[in-house]
T-cell receptor, first 110, second 115 residues
């Protein structure tokens, strides 16, 4: 069965304190790995798609990387507005639906 | 604003009742997806429609059904509601004309509370 596990469940950082969120996956065949950001009371917002091991994508203070078994979302010098839940999802080659992890709740304090 | 519209935003009902959630996709998107989000299970895929036809089915209960209309809006019908159906229900659309475009645009969700 396809599985996506995110860690940690929650992370509290001081403004400017860089860190990484982890997404590990077990799938029959990977078509793509996705990162979404979800703010309270809102729907997830697309951040990145990664397709192959070694690929990296960047957007402002966020950088996503992918290996054959996991993905990292690196947050450099975070600001309070980066506080949100970050969701990882995989799309498999078979069923093609997105399988989401349960997310990492990030809180960045000023 | 994602361009995906969901109504209503909140719904409070009683066990055994039936409700309908409505979704209008982004202009030009032919695919509509329904997801259920609960605190303990995260986002669970329910069903996908593409241009009016069911394309993929996930963990959708038999008490739940959906359809996509010719104008591409979609409705999710939940019947014989149970306490455990309380959750946030999201609609998403994607891909313009592609049925497999994976970049989803989510609506703001419908918070369903079954009392």
């Amino acid at each position: 069965e396809d599985q996506v596990t995110q860690s940690p469940e929650a992370l509290r950082l001081q403004e400017g304190e860089s860190s990484s969120l982890n997404c590990s996956y077990t799938v029959s065949g990977l078509r793509g790995l996705f990162w979404y950001r979800q703010d309270p009371g809102k729907g997830p917002e697309f951040l990145f798609t990664l397709y192959s091991a070694g690929e990296e994508k960047e957007k402002e203070r966020l950088k996503a990387t992918l290996t054959k078994k996991e993905s990292f979302l690196h947050i450099t010098a975070p600001k309070p507005e980066d506080s949100a839940t970050y969701l990882c999802a995989v799309q498999t080659t078979g069923f093609q639906k997105l399988v989401f992890g349960t997310g990492t709740r990030l809180l960045v304090s000023p | 604003d994602s361009g995906v519209t969901q109504t209503p935003k909140h719904l409070i009902t009683a066990t055994g009742q039936r409700v309908t959630l409505r979704c209008s996709p982004r202009s030009g998107d032919l695919s509509v997806y329904w997801y259920q989000q609960s605190l303990d299970q995260g986002l669970q895929f329910l069903i996908q429609y593409y241009n009016g036809e069911e394309r993929a089915k996930g963990n959708i209960l038999e008490r739940f059904s959906a359809q996509q209309f010719p104008d591409l809006h979609s409705e999710l019908n939940l019947s014989s509601l149970e306490l455990g159906d309380s959750a946030l229900y999201f609609c998403a659309s994607s891909g313009g004309e592609s049925p497999t475009n994976e970049k989803l645009f989510f609506g703001s969700g419908t918070q369903l509370s079954v009392l």
